[in-house]
């Protein structure tokens, strides 16, 4: 009796365990928004402050302050789209890149955004898609950070990217004998990524396509 009355309970309880997961993942991030931006923060406090030029109410002034944010970050989007996105990009990387302690955390982190953005020239547009054996019988996916082979001192390598997952924007840089490395043309680095976040189960179809080789 109890397992008829708990099978469809389970049952139902799997059928929503992406919805249940989705609005917990969602209110995680939101309560670290929430600590980042909230009245009380420095973020928060300006766009309060901002707000009390329309209204005297606390509450008020910081939906008003968020709104007036949102409208200029939609604003300088549209800026972004157009042709200015190099000379802006570039303004601001020479601004705050040369700033004696910001521009170390600025650097690495704008690089990395641009990166996982698809921005154009953000990193990921000379990446390939490779496949690299470690032995008989084992291949792993990884990217190409760079189309040229380097040399330090055994032979031609190329430097290959080895994600993690199911966060594929970290894991290991290593130099690998040309012979190892195969180009996986039929992939994207949008395809790894989705492979990898799924944890393998979201598996691309162009990984049964025929497979050449990186090095003539």
Not at 61 to 67: C, D, K, M, Q, V
Not at 90 to 112: C, K, N, V
Not at 171 to 199: C, N, Q, T, W
Request: positive net charge; without cysteine; proline residues 7%.
């Amino acid at each position: 009796m109890m397992k008829r009355l708990a099978g469809p309970f389970v049952t139902g309880l799997v059928f929503l365990a992406p919805v249940i997961l989705t609005i917990i993942l969602l209110q995680w991030l939101a309560g670290y928004v929430t600590a980042a931006l909230g009245p009380n923060t420095l973020i928060g406090g300006a766009l309060a402050r901002a707000g009390m030029l329309v209204t005297r109410t606390p509450e008020l002034a910081f939906i008003t302050g968020i709104g007036v944010a949102v409208l200029i970050v939609w604003a300088l989007g549209l800026l972004v789209q157009t042709q200015a996105r190099a000379r802006l990009e570039g303004g601001l990387d020479t601004l705050l890149g040369r700033l004696p302690i910001i521009g170390s955390f600025y650097r690495p982190m704008a690089q990395m955004i641009r990166m996982i953005g698809g921005t154009p020239g953000g990193g990921m547009e000379g990446m390939a898609v490779v496949s690299v054996s470690f032995g008989a019988g084992t291949e792993i996916l990884g990217l190409l950070a760079a189309p040229q082979l380097f040399d330090i001192g055994d032979g031609p390598r190329y430097l290959v990217m080895l994600p993690t997952a199911p966060v594929p924007v970290g894991g290991a840089l290593l130099f690998i004998e040309a012979s190892r490395v195969r180009h996986v043309p039929s992939l994207g680095v949008d395809d790894l990524a989705k492979f990898y976040v799924s944890m393998g189960t979201i598996a691309p179809a162009g990984m049964s396509t025929p497979t050449k080789p990186a090095a003539s």
